[in-house]
């Protein structure tokens, strides 16, 4: 994003910019039960405990029908074992070696590992049972001890084994990375990194260790070394589902959910019945819309999965409001707080109030500790009664989780009570609750005026609905509000977002427009309305809506997309002073300076300034490449052609050789030099990776200058 965020781009390439830039403030998760995934030791311990890498080994072995072709099998065998830890292989072959070379250890005790790996226990302690180990053989037999008693959750065992074993062969890379993941899930951290490493040091090409350093490192909260592990084992095993989970997983972390559904269809591809992988590409398309390719994957399932693919295609139906279908997908279904949670859910929405509480009831039973259920419980009651338990509800807003909601919850409370003072006090404090929903530029006399005590309870169940996805059953509680109160700025701008959401495009300006003239200056109304004209081209009503936006709150987002679009229009002095007023509101954060640095710099004008501001940014994120673009352009301009060459050079590394841009601003230096040949490969590199970046224009016109 830094590299485009400060470019002059023809609009198009403004709208896209536009896609990426968020709201200063913070969204925190919130989970409504069943609803959401969690980064957490379980979700590491299904990566460390999935299958190995797909074997390639045993496709070039021939049919084994005597004893030397078997020896040969097991040598390729245990060397590839060592190198990798394939156990697939060894599954496959291991029963005709046996009987071929009935008096052999080692691929007995291979095969115990190989049949754990697999989950078949019971065969494993059975081939193990009659076996004792000879001198050459131990290694293996203490790793299959190890990994029996690790299936029997015997850790201290399974870890005293392991060791053992790299007292006996200490270059085996095999008992490295399961010592590392035995010690992974007793949650001795740093030993399991030592012993990944270890692994891998021992075997580059050792994927099973790369992916589990990459699981690790992510459970530690260290993303970036995460996912250099995770596309290590990929690039070793293109197949291999425990990385590609995990670089999903990083994924979805980032908000890239494209990168994250390919990489786990990648591994659908290869392993069509992965559990894991379909159900976190299930939670994916459901998140983002794509309710059709959810309900073909979950309709394409195994008898293992019959149970998730019901609750899946019951949670479809919900969002599409086919109730009935709904009801029948969760039909028969074993009792859980979840079926019983989404039953209630069907019943609300049908108007069963009653049963939706005895639901929710149920589910609490079942679930007694969950907050979520809980707050669910008491917006039913809400709902029926138009009161609820305040001070169940201030302790439920001490978990962050549902924090934003509790507070939304609490602020319809007050207002139903008609003391608005109170209801703006918690409403402010839910700011987090939605994108952008912020209070800054109201009183509590102005959320008085725009609401109505009768809207409350909609307006708490619609955002209930809203929040787990079901738009259209959000959009009928919201529009129930607007029948109490017309005007009402957030039963109208709620109903703008489920609209929106539901696909009905024909009402969200009517709705954002009700608002606002309750409302002129509230902010999340006016931003809707600006990236609307935006997507439909209308630079003059975009910069209105963003300008009335900013008023209320001076977001770091809205006024670098307010600057820019000055900049497509020529305003440059309008764009000068919105980067100005984003570094007073916003002295921390590098972006203004780097704008207003760029804006100067492109323009060859006041340069002094443009090199402090620069270096100001340069100081807030040290080493960003769009700074140290933004260096070497203006010392260019200044033509202190090293000095720009230097900061250049380190932004095309940053960049790893792929903006063309700054490969346009190397090739100018380079060009100033007299060095031709070098700026002619600049050029065509630039050219090369895109036909229509920022600079091409002038990419073309130095490259007809060069011989």
Not at 504 to 518: A, D, F, M, P, T
Not at 526 to 550: F, P, T
């Amino acid at each position: 994003m830094d590299k485009i965020m400060r470019r002059q781009p023809r609009l198009q390439a403004l709208i896209y910019i536009f896609l990426f830039l968020t709201f200063s403030c913070r969204v925190s998760a919130l989970t409504i039960w069943g609803d959401s995934e969690t980064q957490n030791n379980s979700f590491m311990g299904d990566l460390f405990n999935l299958a190995p890498p797909k074997s390639t080994t045993g496709r070039g072995l021939p049919v084994l029908k005597t004893a030397e072709q078997a020896r040969s099998a097991l040598k390729i065998i245990e060397t590839n074992f060592r190198q990798t830890g394939d156990l697939i292989i060894i599954a496959k072959l291991a029963p005709r070696i046996m009987a071929l070379l009935p008096r052999n250890q080692n691929i007995r005790y291979l095969y115990v590992l190989a049949l754990t790996a697999r989950g078949e226990l019971s065969k494993a302690q059975s081939v193990s049972a009659n076996l004792t180990a000879s001198k050459g053989a131990y290694f293996y037999s203490l790793l299959a001890k190890a990994a029996i008693a690790r299936a029997n959750k015997q850790f201290t065992e399974a870890i005293n084994a392991t060791r053992q074993a790299i007292a006996i062969e200490p270059d085996h890379p095999y008992a490295y990375n399961f010592l590392g993941q035995l010690e992974a899930q007793q949650g001795n951290n740093s030993q399991a990194l030592k012993n990944f490493k270890m692994a891998i040091r021992r075997s580059p090409k050792f994927a099973a260790a790369h992916s589990n350093l990459g699981a690790l490192y992510f459970l530690l909260g260290k993303p970036a070394q995460a996912w250099k592990a995770f596309s290590n084992a990929v690039a070793i095993s293109p197949e291999y589902c425990a990385p590609l989970i995990g670089r999903a997983a990083i994924s979805i972390t980032r908000a890239d959910i494209n990168n994250a559904i390919t990489d786990l269809k990648r591994c659908l591809q290869s392993n069509p019945a992965q559990l894991l992988a379909r159900q976190r590409l299930a939670a994916l398309y459901i998140k983002s819309g794509r309710l059709n390719q959810a309900k073909n994957l979950a309709r394409t399932t195994t008898a293992a999965e019959t149970r998730f693919s019901k609750i899946m295609l019951a949670d479809i139906y919900l969002r599409q409001n086919e109730v009935a279908a709904a009801r029948k997908q969760l039909k028969g279904l074993k009792k859980s707080a979840q079926v019983d949670y989404m039953l209630s859910l069907c019943d609300i929405i049908d108007g069963q109030i009653e049963d939706a509480r005895k639901k929710i009831g149920e589910a609490i039973k079942l679930e007694p500790d969950s907050s979520a259920l809980a707050l669910v419980n008491i917006i039913y009651t809400f709902y029926k009664d138009g009161s609820a338990d305040q001070k169940q509800l201030m302790k439920l807003g001490k978990n962050d989780s549902i924090g934003p909601l509790v507070n939304f919850v609490a602020g319809n409370q007050q207002a139903a009570r008609n003391n608005f003072r109170a209801a703006y006090k918690f409403w402010t404090q839910a700011e987090n609750l939605l994108p952008g929903f912020i209070f800054r530029g109201l009183n509590s006399n102005q959320v008085r005026e725009g609401s109505s005590s009768e809207e409350q309870r909609f307006l708490a169940l619609g955002m209930l609905f809203y929040l787990k996805g079901l738009y259209p059953a959000a959009l009928l509680e919201f529009e129930k509000a607007l029948k109490t109160k017309p005007s009402s700025f957030m039963a109208n701008y709620f109903a703008a977002l489920a609209s929106a959401r539901a696909g009905y495009e024909n009402k969200v300006n009517k709705y954002l427009l009700r608002s606002l003239k309750q409302t002129p200056y509230f902010f999340p109304a006016n931003y809707m309305m600006a990236e609307r004209s935006l997507r439909h081209r209308d630079i003059n009503k975009a910069i209105r809506y963003y300008r009335a936006a900013a008023r209320s709150e001076p977001d770091a987002g809205v006024l670098v997309k307010l600057a820019l679009l000055y900049e497509s229009k020529g305003e440059i002095k309008q764009a000068r002073e919105t980067y100005q007023r984003l570094i007073d509101a916003h002295p921390e954060n590098f972006l203004g300076y780097n704008q207003l640095a760029w804006l100067y710099a492109k323009r060859a004008e006041h340069l002094g300034d443009a090199l402090a501001l620069a270096r100001q940014a340069d100081k807030l994120v040290p080493g960003n490449a769009s700074v140290n673009d933004t260096l070497g352009w203006i010392y260019f301009h200044m033509g202190k052609y090293n000095l720009a060459n230097t900061y250049l050079r380190q932004a095309n590394k940053i960049s790893n050789n792929n903006n063309p841009d700054i490969l346009f601003h190397l090739a100018s230096v380079s060009y100033r030099k007299g060095n031709l040949q070098t700026a002619k490969n600049q050029l065509q590199k630039a050219m090369a990776l895109s036909k229509n970046f920022g600079s091409i224009k002038e990419a073309k016109e130095l490259l007809k200058k060069l011989p």
